[in-house]
Every structure is written in C-alpha cells, then in structure tokens.
C-alpha cells in the first residue's frame, strides 16, 4: 500500500493474475470478443439497477434512462465504455475487479496445459468476461460510482494487466461505470467508428439497453458561411430489444448464438435451444440452450446453475434454480413470467405453485429438445452431448419418477456390439435387437470399460449371441436401480442372483453337471465358508473357471466399493462362488487328494474371480504366496 491514504495499489489474487495472462495470451486471435465481455457486464449491471430500482426509486437519482455509451479517440487511442447502471463501491471495485470469486477456479487453474490453442478452448468453458478488457488495452481505467451514493464517493481504479492495480477516491457526478481502455498500439482499430459499430452489431444487437455511438459528423462543407455545426448526438447502434421477446421468425441463428454467449458467459456456440412462448392459464416465454460442452464446474456442488429470471421483461435474478430439475443443470436460458410479482423472492419462487407448473413444463421441453437432436439424422450432435452430460443426465430417473421413461429413451451405452467404449446404443435399439425368448435387458457393471468388457459373466451371454450393457460410470448401478424396466422388460444384472437363460436341454445337462458335481462343491464350501455364501456350478461360464455372483438382494460390487471409498459403512454380505466344473482346473481340483493344496487352489480360484471383476483381494499377499507355492511345484515336475 502506498502512503497516501486515499489511493492503495493492490496486488491481483494469485488464480486472477494467471487467468489475466492466459486471457491476453489465448484470446489474441479473437480480440473483438472485449466488446461483448464489456457490454455484457454494463448490460447486466443495469438489470441490477432496473431491479433495485423497484424497490427504492431514489437510486435512479431522477434519471431513469438507462443507456451504454461507447466513446472513442483516435488520436488517443482509447476506447471508453459508459453505463448508467449499478455501479460499484471502494470495496466491491477491489472485489470484483481483483478477485475472482468463481468456486473452483484454482482446479480449472491446475487443468490448464500450457498448449495456448487448448487452452484457449478451456478459458472458453470458464467464462471471460471484465479481464479481457486486456485482450486489446494496455491500460484499463475504471471510475465507477455505486447509485444512491453520493459524487463523492465515486471511485477511480486502474491497471495494466500486470500484478497490480490502483484504487482511489475519485468524485463522479452520474452513477455507473466508465471503463476507458488505452488501447495497444495493433489494437488501433478498435477506435475506429465504423469497426466498432460493426463488432456492436454483431455480438451486442440483443442487449435490451440501448447501445449508443456518437453520430458521425456530416461531410465538411464548402460553404464557409455555413451555421456552426449542431453538438454531435448519441444515436442507438443496437436493436435494443429483448431478444425472446421477438418472434422467432425475426431471430436470426446468429443471434440467438450471441444471445446464448451473453446469457451462459460462455465462449462457444451452443449446441440447440428452443425459443417459446406460452400463453393460457400461465403466461411465459422461455429460451433454453443446450451448451455444446461441459462447464469446467459440472461437478462443483456450487457450480452457478439455473435461468435469468424475467418478469414481465424486468430483470430479477440470476441462476433461478427453481426452474429445472438439477440433472439438467447444463441448460442455460432465459424464463421471462407475467405472473409472477416483481418482487418475488427466492424463497417465494420455492413454494409457488406457478413456478411448480413451469418447471414441469420447462423439463418437458429440454427433454423434447434432447429427443429432437438425438431423432435427428445427423446424429453427431447427440453424440456430442452424450459425451460432455450423459453423466449428469443418468442422474434423472432417480430425480424424477414422472419423467423416468422419457429420460430412459435419452441415455446411450456401451454393449457387448461396441468394439470400443462408445456409449451410442440406446435402449431401444437394444430391444429391438432382443432375441425371441429373451424378456429382459442384461447389463454388467464394473469398473472401466474393458473390465466389463472381459467380465468372465458375459460368456454365455456370447456363446448364445445375446447382447449384454457395458456399463462402467460411477453412477450405472445406481441408475439401474432407479430404471428397473424399459418397455415392459425388467433389467438384470448378468452378475446378480440366477440365470435363467437355459433351454429344457440345458437344464438336463445342469442337473447331471450339478449331481456329477455335488463332492467338489461340498468340498469348497468348506474350505471357503468364510469367504462366500455358497459354492454352486453354473452353466453361465465357458472359459473361465469361476466367477462371483451378487445375491438378489445384496448391494452390487460396484455400489460397494463407491460407498467403501466415500468412508460409509457398508453391510457385509458375502457374494456366491460360480464355479464351471467343465474347466480342466475344476478337474484338477476335483482330483486333488491333498487337503492343504486343495485348500491352496480354491483360494487362489476365488482371488482370481475377484480381481477378474476389478475387485480388490482382502490378503492379496497370500495370494501372491499360494501362486508362488504352485508355480514352484510346477518347475520341480
Ligand atoms: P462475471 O461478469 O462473470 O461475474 P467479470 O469478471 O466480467 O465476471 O466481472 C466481475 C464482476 O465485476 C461482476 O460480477 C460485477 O459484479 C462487476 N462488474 C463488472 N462490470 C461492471 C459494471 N459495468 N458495472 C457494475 N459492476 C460491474
């Protein structure tokens, strides 16, 4: 801190000075985007006031004319920005302007490559916004003063970008914010009239405020005589009107991806959205965006989720969570109500009835919007979505029951016809592959991909060309807990209780397998009481010697091992041992005479089952021992 006492220089936060290189580094490319940031933050800055404004008048200080001015001088190079909105205090400048207040960003930080063209997509994800002012000015000043205050609290702040910034007490007679940037010397042509109006147009013409441009002078005149020229006037560049207010006729594509940009802060194109307007018992219209990837914080408990919330065109807040079910936290939007009351609250939006109506109707239309793209012949774009939200979508059967089936026809997996791990089949393609006599949709959990893939339970699954789900995320099990069926057809875990997949045939042959057997079964159920359930045969492996199978009511592996690794207690329940008594190593044991090695070889049959489906082994340096024993035994033959 400096020794006057009205001007400090701080230092930036440590995550605000790297995001401010990385901004200038990456983003250079595509400067103009500084515009949009900066309009877009004027822009909401006065919704804020509009809205305080309905409760407290006097803030307006007699003008309630809201407007966003952009200034320019060529021959100082500078371009200057004016708001009549909120404005911000000593503090709030050092905040918000120092700071960056975003949950997660020193993760989002630590994910960055270094790779400028990579990273640059990954600051898209995050949301630029005030700092890439620096993109195109060496300098930025702001001199803001918060309404309702007086002129002389008004205050100036300034910085180059680097580590540090000033502030100071600096009086200003209207409230808002004037951002002024000292543009770079190759950034001149952002204090050119026409590039600006143009770069206005093309990224700011939804904003609702006018955005004004002094008018250019009218060509000099010969005529020396001539009356001195009128003061140069304001002239609105924009539209000027809500965007979803208009009829979509009158939208163009590019402008509602603009508008989504504003909306979502977010860099890219957005992959769908649907625009309508409902009128009847509820009156509303409603802009939702599927976005085309996935918010750096999708997992972030806190991430900033849910609409702009309108009212009757006025703005009211941010992140209106009511509106949406959390498994479709992704969609970003604008909800604008007649009915709802210009002061309502959050806690008000809670127990509304209206808003209960609208979040149902809302849900329906993104899931209608989802159905649409996934319908679609060019498929790519579902298949884009899927990639960056199938894992958010998975959680909604369980969210909500009433919307379960239509859900279920939205999720995509792998199976058992995937050479890799795409998740591009849906549930209906899997029914209508179904063979004859097969009534359910069989499904095997495990920890990655290519363990479910080589699960030892899918082998008689292949062996009667029947297809099986792959599933691998974290949130599968619980999923098709919540499922339970898709069209009439139950689901079934090929791990989990009995199969029932025999013919008359094949239950002959079981039941002369099981007698033949009955000693060897006995015989490991002994030494293995402690372990298992019980030791049964089974006709569900081909290749494999034995395989673990989940009693019908007990907790899946996979369940288990998320809830064990969360620290929870979790009841124990042993799982059952499969064994195939065709396999040569069943033979091996049904002849082994040595109750020792005998008890030697079951063991490492059971490890073996464990880790063939990503289990860990409870001693698995006896594991590694009783290996070594036979491996030994084998070379002295
Ligand atoms: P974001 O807009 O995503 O929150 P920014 O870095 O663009 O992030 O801005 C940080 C904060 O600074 C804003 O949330 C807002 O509180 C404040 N701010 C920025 N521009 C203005 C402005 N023109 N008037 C008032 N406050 C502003």
């Excluded at 007699?62 to 708001?83: A, F, K, M, P």
């Amino acid at each position: 801190m400096t020794a006057d006492v009205n001007k400090e220089t701080l230092g930036f936060q440590t995550e605000a000075k790297q995001l401010l290189h990385l901004m200038i580094h990456s983003l250079y490319s595509n400067k103009e985007i500084f515009l949009r940031e900066l309009i877009s933050n004027a822009s909401d800055a006065i919704d804020k006031l509009r809205f305080a404004a309905l409760a407290d008048e006097t803030l307006l200080e007699g003008q309630g004319d809201y407007e966003i001015r952009v200034e320019l001088d060529e021959e100082s190079n500078t371009l200057t920005l004016s708001d009549n909105g909120i404005g911000m205090t000593r503090d709030e400048v050092i905040d918000n302007l120092g700071t960056i207040a975003k949950s997660g960003t020193a993760s989002f930080l630590e994910s960055l490559t270094g790779d400028e063209q990579k990273d640059s997509q990954l600051i898209g994800q995050f949301g630029v916004g005030f700092y890439s002012a620096f993109i195109v000015a060496d300098r930025v000043d702001v001199h803001t003063r918060k309404a309702g205050d007086g002129p002389q609290e008004g205050v100036f702040w300034e910085s180059r970008g680097e580590a540090e910034f000033s502030v100071e007490a600096k009086p200003k007679e209207t409230r808002g914010t004037s951002i002024t940037l000292h543009l770079k010397k190759d950034c001149e042509e952002f204090a050119g009239d026409w590039r600006v109006r143009s770069v206005i147009k093309k990224y700011s013409d939804h904003i609702s405020v006018p955005v004004k441009m002094l008018a250019p002078e009218p060509p000099a005149s010969d005529d020396e005589k001539a009356p001195e020229a009128a003061p140069a006037e304001f002239e609105t560049v924009n539209s000027a009107t809500a965007l979803w207010t208009r009829s979509r006729s009158e939208v163009s594509e590019d402008e509602y991806k603009e508008f989504y940009k504003h909306v979502s802060h977010d860099f890219e194109d957005p992959l769908v959205w649907s625009h309508n307007r409902v009128e009847g018992k509820l009156e509303y219209t409603s802009l939702l965006y599927v976005p085309a990837k996935a918010p750096f914080d999708l997992w972030n408990r806190e991430m900033a989720r849910g609409l702009k919330l309108y009212v009757q065109r006025t703005f009211i807040m941010d992140e209106a969570e009511q509106f949406l079910p959390l498994y479709l936290r992704f969609v970003k939007g604008v909800v604008d109500s007649n009915d709802l009351s210009l002061n309502v609250s959050r806690e008000i939006l809670q127990k509304d009835p209206a808003v209960d109506s609208m979040r149902s109707a809302l849900t329906k239309r993104v899931l209608d919007m989802l159905e649409k793209m996934a319908r679609d012949s060019d498929s790519e774009n579902y298949a884009n979505f899927w990639k960056h939200f199938g894992a958010v979508l998975k959680e909604g059967p369980a969210e909500d029951m009433g919307n379960k089936e239509k859900i279920a026809k939205l999720l995509r997996f792998s199976t058992t016809q995937s050479d890799q791990e795409d998740e591009s089949e849906s549930l209906e393609a899997y029914v209508s592959r179904m063979q004859e006599n097969q009534d359910k949709i069989y499904y095997v959990v495990a920890e990655n991909f290519n363990t479910a893939k080589n699960s030892p339970h899918l082998e008689v699954f292949r062996q009667k060309g029947i297809e099986v789900l792959l599933l691998s995320d974290r949130v599968d099990d619980w999923l098709m807990n919540n499922l339970q069926e898709f069209d009439g057809k139950s689901f079934q875990d090929v791990a989990r209780g009995a199969l029932e997949l025999d013919s008359d045939e094949d239950k002959a042959v079981r039941e002369e397998m099981e007698k033949a057997s009955e000693a060897l079964v006995e015989r490991l159920s002994a030494v293995l009481k402690n372990d298992v359930s019980e030791v049964r045969t089974t006709t569900r492996l081909t290749e494999s010697v034995a395989c673990l199978v989940v009693g019908d009511h007990d907790m899946g592996a996979q369940m288990r091992r998320i809830l064990e690794a969360a620290g929870q207690d979790v009841p124990q329940s042993k799982p059952i041992l499969e064994i195939n008594p065709t396999h040569t190593l069943a033979k091996r044991l049904d002849r082994e005479a040595d109750e020792d090695r005998f008890a030697d070889l079951a063991h490492i049959v059971l490890d073996q089952a464990t880790l063939a489906e990503g289990g860990q082994l409870h001693d698995p340096a006896a594991f590694v021992s009783r290996l070594n024993t036979l491996l030994v035994e084998l070379g002295t033959d």
